[in-house]
């Protein structure tokens, strides 16, 4: 019975077995490795920008750089930042300052917070530099 097989799989002078096709590389495919989102939108953003409405941001136009900041505070026109966050946590505001600016408005200097709730969304809050009084977020 053996021999009668081998004589079945003989052709050309060679002895040949059926092989799977996945193990011939006859149909070979490049494979596109799977792409994580997040690495796929870091770079959408980049390429792209922030949205118009945060690009758009009055207090970002006014916003004093570090040296300015400290000649604010030196001068008195503005309470330190450290002092406005303590503040806030004494009055059970808590949340992770993401960013914090001190930026002109009006007539006067105002903190822009950027925060992280505890339920993990992004909020904004608008600080009076001068007093440390919230006087807006969202």
């Known amino acids: ?17 059926p092989v799977h096709p ?18 796929l939108s870091l770079i959408l953003y980049g390429l792209l920008g922030p949205a118009p409405a945060l690009a758009a941001d009055p207090a970002e136009h006014g916003c004093l750089d570090k040296a300015e900041q400290r000649v604010a505070v ?16 004494e009055r059970g505001l808590h949340g992770e300052v993401l960013r914090a600016r001190l930026c002109r408005r009006d007539d006067g200097l105002v ?12 909020l904004r809050t608008t600080v009076d530099a001068a007093s440390g009084e919230v006087i807006g977020g969202r």
């Open 22 to 39: 996945a193990f011939t590389g006859a149909r070979l495919k490049p494979r596109l490795m799977p792409v994580s989102r997040l690495p």
């Open 111 to 122: 903190y822009v917070l950027t925060l992280l709730g505890h339920s993990g969304k992004v």
């Open 1 to 17: 019975m053996r021999s009668h097989r081998l004589m079945d799989l003989k052709r050309n002078g060679r002895i040949t077995f």
């Open 74 to 89: 030196a001068a008195h026109k503005a309470v330190p930042l450290a002092e406005v966050i303590k503040t806030r946590r």
